[in-house]
């Protein structure tokens, strides 16, 4: 059973910065593409990032040259560095597993807040 707990969120002024993390258990994870998803309340999940299993990353438009998304194949972890804040940067974050059998896991999300 594939788990993935996310961690980092907060409360940060515009400017700032946050660091996501996301430990998964329960699969081939090196064998798997890693993301990143945010919602806000009444609006679709959309995309922030994903980093497949060859370690290449894709971004939103919105988020390219502010974020960064790495992968730990030996932790089983794949983070989200996110610099610059926005206010339009607030939203829940949701880390998503896609293994290699084309099945989709998600966190239970993490809040992200940014002040202006």
């Known amino acids: 059973q594939v788990q993935l707990v996310e961690s980092g969120g907060g409360l940060v002024q515009a400017g700032g910065s946050l660091r996501l993390s996301c430990a998964a258990s329960?699969?081939?994870?090196?064998?798997?593409?890693m993301g990143w998803y945010r919602q806000v309340l009444g609006k679709q999940r959309e995309l922030v990032a994903t980093?497949?299993?060859?370690?290449?990353?894709n971004y939103a438009d919105s988020v390219k040259g502010r974020f960064t998304i790495s992968r730990d194949n030996a932790k089983n972890t794949v983070s989200l560095q996110m610099n610059s804040l926005k206010p339009e940067d607030t939203a829940v974050y949701y880390c998503?597993?896609?293994?290699?059998?084309?099945?989709?896991?998600w966190g239970q999300g993490t809040q992200v807040t940014v002040s202006s």
């Open positions: 998503l597993q896609r293994t290699w059998e084309g099945h989709n896991y």
């Open positions: 329960g699969s081939i994870f090196s064998l798997s593409t």
């Open positions: 980093i497949t299993s060859a370690s290449s990353p």
